[in-house]
C-alpha cells in the first residue's frame, strides 16, 4: 500500500470512529440538494433549504484545484474528501496561479492538459471570450471547460457543494496582485457570468462566490502605506448580475429585490484585512446571500469579526471562507498553525453565530508541489492527513450537527468574570428554547460558569480533538462554579443540558 492510500485507509477510520462517538451519520447516500435551493433561515443568521432543513457549510479550500489537478488527481483529493464528511468544496474556475513555492500568473494560465480559459496569448486574455473548441467532454477534453465540467459533475457524484469563484478577484478585478492590470471590466464581467451560469444552470449544487481574496473599495492607505483610489463593486455587482441572467434568462438588478435572485447562492470573498468583510461594501445588495468573511493570520481576531457580522440588520448568515491555513508558516516556523490553532478558528467563528465554515490546509490550496513558505515541505496528497481536517469535518461536524448549531445564540450570560481575549478567549451560546448551554474553552483556563437555563442542567465536557465526552458534575439553577477542561487536554467544550 502506498503512503498516500495509507493516509487516505487511516483517515476513513479515524473518521468513522469519531463519528461513532458522537452516534451522528455524517455521510449520506441521498444528495443534500433534494431539500430544496439554500438560501438564509427563518432566523437569518443560518443557512437552510427550501424545505427548512438546515444546511451546515463545512468547506475545504482547494483554489488551484481547476488548473492544477488531472481528472485522476481530482478523484482521489474529492474521493478524500467525501469521507470524511466535508460538504462544500471551495474553488476558482480562473484561478491566477500563485503559491506552492512557485511564481506567479500568467493570466492566461492554462491548466494541467495545456488548455487556456480564454481567447488570446499566455498573458493576455480576452475574458469576455471563452476558449471553447467542438469536439471534446468531460472525460476526453479539448478544451479548458471540458475539464471544468469534469469537476463540476465529481463534486456532484459525491454529494457535495461546489463554492465556484468565476475568477481570482484580488488579479483579475482589483489591483492588488503584485501590480498586476485587472482583466474584467464591467461588460466584461457581466458576459464571463453569464456564460457560466448558462453553462451551469441546471447543476443544483452550485454555489456562486464572488471576490477571491479581494477587497471592493479601497479609498485610502493600504497595508503598505501606499495611497489607493479605486472602486470595483460596480464590477461585481455587473458580474452577479451576468451568473443571474444566464441561470434565469433575466435581467436583474444588484440593488432590486426579485425572488428570481433565489434561484441563486451567492455569497463574497473578501481579503485578509479584516473588518474588511463582504458586509463593508454589498450587505443590503439583493445578490448577496450571505456574507463571507477571511482573517488569515490574525487567529486572535475571528470571534470579534464574525459577531460583528452576527450583530449587523437586517440579517444575513455569514460565513467563514478562509483564515490561517494548518501547517502555514505565515512567516513564522513552519507548522505555526497547529491543529489546536485551527480548532480555535473553527469553535471561534460558531460560537460567534457564523453560518459555516472554510478548513484550509497550507500545502493544499495551490495544489503545486511541496516548495515554499505554504507548504513546509508537503505535498498536497500528503497534507490529506493533517489532523486538523479529521478534527474539523469527522468531529465538529458531527458535533455541531448534535447540538442544533443553526439555533445558537451567541450569549456571554453563562460566563461570569473575565473570559480571556483574542485567541485564547472563552466564549459561549445557547439554544433559543434555552434547553442547552455551551462554553468552548480555548485553553485550561479556569472561568466561572453560571447556569442561567432556569433549570437544572446535566453537565458533560467535549474533547474537539477526537469527540471523546466525559461528564461533569450536575448544574443546579443559577448555581456558579468554576470549571476548567479535564486533565491532559488542549481544549473543551463544556455542555449543559436541561434535564427533563
Known sequence: MTYKWACLKKIMLS??????????????????????????????????????????????TAWGMFQQLTREEIDRYLDNRQALGFTVIQSVAFWFPHGGGLSMGPHNAANVYGHRPFVGEHDAPNT???????????????????????????????????????????????????????????????????????????????????????????????????????????????????????VTGKRLSWKKKSRAWDKLFITFHPDGDAPDNSSKWFHNDAWL???GVEVWKEVDRVYAVMLKDYQLTPAKPSLFLEGSYEYGSYRQECGWITPLKYRRQVYHSFFAGAAGHTYGAGPIWPMRGNEGDYSCGYTWEQAL??????????????????????????DGGLIEGRSGSGESKIMSVKLRSAQKGLIYFSNRSHVKIKNILGATAGAVWFDPRNGREEAAETFLPDEVREMAPPSGWEDGVLILNVQP
Open 385 to 410: 492527513a493533517f489532523p486538523g481536517a479529521v478534527q474539523f469535518a469527522a468531529v465538529a461536524k458531527p458535533f455541531l450537527i448534535k447540538h442544533d448549531w443553526s439555533n445558537w445564540v451567541p
Open 128 to 246: 469576455a471570450q471563452p476558449l471553447l473548441i467542438e469536439g471534446g467532454d468531460a472525460n476526453k477534453p479539448n478544451d479548458y471547460w471540458d475539464h471544468a465540467d469534469y469537476i463540476v459533475a465529481a463534486v456532484k457524484k459525491r454529494n457535495m457543494y461546489l463554492a465556484l469563484l468565476p475568477c481570482w478577484g484580488r488579479a483579475y478585478v482589483t489591483p492588488q496582485m503584485g501590480g498586476q492590470e485587472p482583466e474584467f471590466n464591467r461588460s466584461e464581467a457581466k458576459s464571463y457570468g453569464e456564460f457560466l451560469g448558462k453553462r451551469y444552470k441546471n447543476e443544483p449544487h452550485i454555489l456562486w462566490v464572488l471576490g477571491g481574496d479581494a477587497k471592493a473599495q479601497l479609498q485610502g492607505y493600504d497595508k503598505n502605506g501606499d495611497l489607493q483610489n479605486w472602486d470595483k463593486r460596480d464590477v461585481f455587482r455587473a458580474m452577479a448580475e451576468g451568473i443571474a441572467k444566464g
Open 15 to 60: 473518521a468513522t470512529y469519531v463519528c461513532s462517538l458522537l452516534s451522528v451519520d455524517v455521510w449520506s447516500d441521498e444528495p443534500p440538494w433534494q431539500h430544496g435551493a439554500l438560501g438564509a433561515s427563518e432566523s437569518g443568521h443560518s443557512i437552510a433549504h427550501t424545505d427548512g432543513e438546515p444546511f451546515l457549510w463545512m468547506g475545504d
Open 289 to 291: 446571500s450571505a456574507n
